[in-house]
């Protein structure tokens, strides 16, 4: 059993999270003294960006307070989304490179393990649940939850494959039998589909929970955007940094990217800031000159952004600060696929071939 405390338990799995459905049941759960399983779902479908290093904490955390982990690799999932043009053998070499990401981002793998969905699918119980599932979801609740495919209602017409999505990925939870459904906020709906139909089946109801979603460096029309539109996504490769750009890269793309002077409401350097670099340190040191100031310390979140909106600091040195700290957080990770290149390589060929 756990020896943390009930409360250190929960603060550890739900601190730099959005939201918790439901705490009350979290703490229930942890109240009973055994340990609890948790998984969270990825598609193989391309490259990985800093976004993942939000869920490599989360893995940690969840890890530490005593949760048992299992990634999922979805492969027929991407497979009816039409990633690698819905070749399952493409699609598994993705899956390859995937666990080096997580393995380069430093999730524990003897606390952690790796399910493909192909391992479910041979299970006659498995298809059970799909069955079950949608005889209990509605066809406009279906359309409403393809949005976790990265796709808008409508956009299933031409290929009814895709109304079985939604099923599918809540069937995997219950097939894998976790108390924790975790993911971002991009996986609410599934995760509450999951929820809802638990309640009416009489099924063990997960919990969910969900950590932000690491925005676009790019689009500046944010209001007008969906979530889905306006995160970080590997298919624009200008919006995001990858977890093994170079120095160089990296630069390059922060140089331009949108940080409109103290503005910090949907400014993808402060999201950087916040989610990314505060979450490994507790200060944030912004270097300048004398005649700029002279060097700034951070000690949160909150004091960044009220030093930015009272514009306090300009956002080149906010840029040339965050920079540098990316640059160091993932050179832990160029070194990883520095010594073992093959599963990116194959996976950066089948790109420049899509």
């Not at 299992?70 to 497979?79: K, P, Q, S």
């Not at 975790?182 to 089946?201: I, S, T």
């Not at 999201?271 to 000690?299: H, M, W």
């Amino acid at each position: 059993m756990n020896e943390m405390s009930v409360n250190d338990r929960i603060e550890l799995i739900t601190r730099n999270t959005e939201e918790t459905i439901s705490l009350d049941e979290l703490r229930s759960l942890l109240e009973k003294d055994r340990n609890l399983t948790s998984y969270v779902g990825f598609e193989p479908s391309g490259l990985v960006h800093l976004g993942w290093q939000i869920v490599a904490n989360k893995i940690k955390d969840l890890n530490d307070a005593g949760v048992e982990m299992t990634i999922f690799l979805a492969d027929w999932h991407a497979f009816i989304n039409d990633k690698y043009g819905g070749d399952i053998d493409n699609i598994r070499i993705c899956a390859e490179y995937m666990k080096d990401c997580f393995i380069a981002l430093g999730v524990d793998m003897s606390k952690t393990r790796f399910v493909y969905a192909s391992e479910l699918i041979d299970n006659k119980s498995y298809w059970e649940k799909v069955l079950r599932i949608a005889k209990n979801a509605s066809l406009a609740r279906i359309k409403r939850s393809m949005t976790i495919m990265g796709r808008k209602e409508g956009e299933g017409d031409t290929d009814s494959s895709k109304f079985i999505y939604p099923s599918m990925q809540a069937a995997d939870i219950f097939e894998l039998g976790v108390d924790i459904a975790y993911g971002g906020m991009d996986q609410r709906k599934a995760h509450m589909l999951a929820r809802d139909v638990a309640e009416k089946l009489g099924w063990k109801k997960p919990i969910a929970l969900h950590t932000p979603l690491l925005m676009s460096l790019t689009a500046s029309n944010r209001m007008d955007m969906t979530l889905t539109d306006a995160k970080m996504s590997k298919s624009d490769p200008d919006s995001c940094l990858y977890i093994h750009d170079t120095p160089e890269d990296i630069q390059r793309k922060l140089r331009k990217a949108y940080c409109p002077e103290g503005i910090a409401e949907e400014n993808p350097m402060i999201d950087l800031c916040n989610y990314i670099i505060f979450a490994k340190q507790s200060t944030f040191t912004i270097e300048r000159p004398d005649k700029f100031g002279g060097d700034l310390v951070l000690t949160s979140p909150r004091e960044l952004r009220d030093t930015f909106e009272d514009r306090l600091l300009h956002p080149q040195d906010l840029k040339n600060a965050v920079t540098k700290n990316i640059i160091d957080l993932l050179e832990p990770v160029r070194e990883y696929f520095s010594a073992h290149p093959d599963n990116l390589e194959s996976v950066r060929k089948l790109e420049i071939s899509r």
